[in-house]
């Protein structure tokens, strides 16, 4: 089992940046892809950036994509997310997530999450 704790959410005007971060323990040999998701009142889970930690590959959505970077740490289990130019719209509660199996931006194929982060941006 993988327990996963995000850190590094905040308030930030329009313009900022953020860094968030994700520490994974238990089980993490067995993590093939993680990912962050994020929930905004009202609103389903949707994806946003995406890697397989072993191949680094990584991918976003369109909404973020050249604003956000995913990336991970050396020991493979810390994730993290650099915001920059961020917008209103980019405000929600954020999630990481792992699995040993599955990858992508659907939050179905993944097994373990945090309990999320927020994130406000105002305007």
């Known amino acids: 089992q993988v327990h996963l704790v995000e850190s590094g959410g905040g308030s930030v005007q329009a313009g900022g940046s953020l860094r968030l971060s994700c520490a994974a323990s238990?089980?993490?040999?067995?993590?093939?892809?993680m990912a962050w998701f994020r929930q905004a009142p009202g609103n389903e889970r949707e994806g946003v950036a995406g890697?397989?930690?072993?191949?680094?590959?990584?991918y976003y959505a369109p909404s973020v994509k050249g604003r956000f970077t995913i990336s991970q740490g050396t020991a493979k289990n810390t994730l993290y997310l650099q915001m920059n130019s961020l917008k209103p719209e980019d405000t929600a509660m954020y999630y990481c997530?792992?699995?040993?199996?599955?990858?992508?931006?659907?939050?179905?194929?993944?097994?373990?999450w945090g309990q999320g982060t927020q994130v406000t941006v105002s305007s």
């Open positions: 997530a792992a699995d040993p199996d599955s990858g992508g931006l659907a939050p179905q194929a993944y097994k373990s």
């Open positions: 238990g089980y993490t040999d067995s993590i093939y892809s």
């Open positions: 890697i397989f930690t072993d191949s680094i590959v990584t």
